[in-house]
């Protein structure tokens, strides 16, 4: 990746020409939410709205200490941004790379923090999740990936239960993210599969292998979802995806995407969900990037 550049201004009266705004909108989506990132990813459409301002507004905030919602081309606000693309990682030394070229270890490990603080941000928003509407978006991906139902209710055998689920939901991702922080082992991948083949685990070896079109999504948060699934293998002891029989998975966003007909026992959701990678890969990447739709995934990836 060359330095990134843009030609004019973007952001509060900027000229904000359209490849300029797809860039700093891309940029400012590669920025952790504790360092001034969005919470919520940007759509990348050139234009440049209340949106991106905020978000130009909020990294400025937390890095710089001023606010005025503009970057101008080769100044302080993207020079900022420039750095800490280029920050060293924490756990540089820890993981071995076997296979790869420099950009790419450096990619990988670029996905790795990236996916620590993704489950980082993910445990914030389920720990808040009780007190959030019905209809909020954590609350009804919670609903429809695990079957945990945190709305309010006036059973309180059943509010007992979900919050039972919910914990034991929490102690899971944070043994993940936890061991995103061990030594891990990488070699690049000769997997010949389908579009979804782009990491797989040997179980119980650990090694994470890595194809080569890994490295061609563009989308930083779909590489570390990615990642995080490998390692949920381990972490959940699962070698496969538990309730989904090797046949279609729907990513879930609204109630008429449901994907409890696709589980096997139909209806018994939580006890396959909570052993599913898939399911924590889906929940981190919605509750990053809002409510989407990708429809149909063949679950074959890690075969
Ligand atoms: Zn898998």
């Known amino acids: 990746m060359g330095i990134p550049s843009i030609t004019a201004p973007v952001g509060v009266g900027g000229a904000n020409r359209l490849a300029d705004v797809k860039t700093i909108q891309g940029l400012l989506n590669l920025m952790p939410t504790v360092a001034g990132g969005p919470l919520v990813q940007l759509v990348i459409d050139g234009l440049c709205g209340p949106k991106t301002n905020g978000a130009i507004r909020g990294f400025q905030q937390k890095q710089l200490g001023f606010a005025d919602g503009r970057i101008d081309p080769g100044q302080q606000t993207l020079q900022k941004i420039i750095a800490l693309l280029n920050a060293p990682s924490a756990n540089s030394g820890i993981h071995t790379f076997t296979g790869f070229n420099g950009e790419q270890v450096d990619m990988l490990r ?66 993940l993210q936890a061991s995103l922080l061990l030594p891990l082992k990488f070699e690049m991948g000769t ?84 052993r599913n990678p898939y399911n924590y890969e889906w929940l981190v990447s919605s509750l990053k990037k809002g409510p989407q739709k990708m429809g149909l995934m063949r679950c074959t990836r890690c075969r």
């Open 110 to 175: 670029q996905d790795l923090d990236r996916a620590v603080l993704l489950l980082q941000e993910t445990r914030g928003l389920l720990g808040v999740a009780p007190f959030m509407k019905a209809d909020n978006h954590v609350v009804k991906m919670l609903l429809f990936n695990f079957s945990i139902d945190v709305a309010p209710t006036d059973n309180p055998m059943a509010a007992g239960f979900n919050q039972v689920m919910l914990t034991q939901l929490q102690g899971r991702l944070a043994q």
């Open 191 to 274: 997997h010949a599969g389908g579009l979804e083949a782009d990491a797989y685990v040997i179980y119980p070896d650990e090694t994470i292998y890595v194809n080569p079109q890994y490295f061609d999504k563009a989308d930083g948060v779909e590489r570390s979802v990615v990642l995080m699934h490998e390692r949920a293998h381990i972490t959940l002891q699962s070698p496969d995806h538990p309730g989904m029989g090797g046949g279609l998975a729907v990513l879930v966003v609204e109630p008429q995407d449901d994907k409890r007909p696709y589980f096997n026992p139909k209806g018994d959701i939580f006890s396959n969900a909570i």
